[in-house]
C-alpha cells in the first residue's frame, strides 16, 4: 500500500464534516476514484486556483456512488475528514500524490481558551440561520457541542473559499469559531438590504 495520498485540486475549499458531491469524468480521476473505492481509502482535496495549489487540504472520504455511467463517468458523494500539510508532492502517476502531515488543533495556552464560549456558539448558530433564512434556504441542523462546529457552520454556507482557506489552517477551534461569527456578522447587513430589496 502505497503511503502517498492520492489528491483531487479543485477551485473549493472541503471543510471537516462538509459533504461534497462530485462528477468524475477526467480519465485520470476515474482511475483514482476507482482505485480509491477499490481499497476503501480517502483522497485528498486541495484548493487550486491562479495562485496555484494551497498546502493545507481536507481527506475526503468516498460515501456512496450515486451514479455509474457507461462510459466510465461516475457521480459520487464524499465527506471531508481530516486536515493535512502538503509535504511533497509526487507526480509520477497520471493524477497527483503526495506525502502528507495531518494536523491536529495545538493546545492552548492559558490567555487563549481552548473551546468556545457558550455565547459564541449560540451566537454562531443564531447567525447562520438567519443567513439561511435571508438565502431563503433551510438552516441545517447542528450539533452545537461538535468539536468543529465552525467547520460545520463555514460548510452549511457559501462563503468566501479564501476565509473557508484560511479556517482550514487555523489549529484553535475557538479561534475559528469567533472567525466565523465576526465574518457573518459583516456581511449580513448587505444580506439584510438585498433581501429586503426583494421584497419590496
Known sequence: MSSLLPIFPLELVL???????????????????TECLAQ??????????????????????I??????????????LTRGVERFE???????RSFWQAEIALLQDENEDEDEPAHPTAETITQAVRLQAEIAKLAGTEPVGLDEHAATLSFLLAGSLPL???FKQSLLSTLS???????????LEAILPGLRRAAKARWN
Not at 49 to 61: F, M, N, R
Not at 173 to 183: N, P, S, T
Request: aromatic share 6%; hydrophobic share 40%; charged share 35%.
Open 15 to 33: 471543510l471537516p464534516g462538509a459533504a461534497l458531491p462530485l462528477h468524475i469524468f477526467e480519465p485520470r480521476y476515474k482511475e483514482m476514484i
Open 40 to 61: 476503501k481509502k480517502p483522497f485528498g482535496v486541495v484548493r487550486a486556483s491562479d495562485e496555484g495549489v494551497a498546502d493545507i487540504g481536507c481527506t475526503a472520504e
Open 63 to 76: 460515501v456512496s456512488v450515486t451514479k455509474k455511467y457507461d462510459d466510465g463517468r461516475m457521480d459520487i
Open 86 to 92: 502538503v509535504l511533497e508532492v509526487n507526480q509520477d
Open 160 to 162: 468566501d473559499l479564501d
Open 173 to 183: 477551534e475557538a479561534k475559528r469559531l469567533q472567525a466565523v461569527v465576526d465574518y
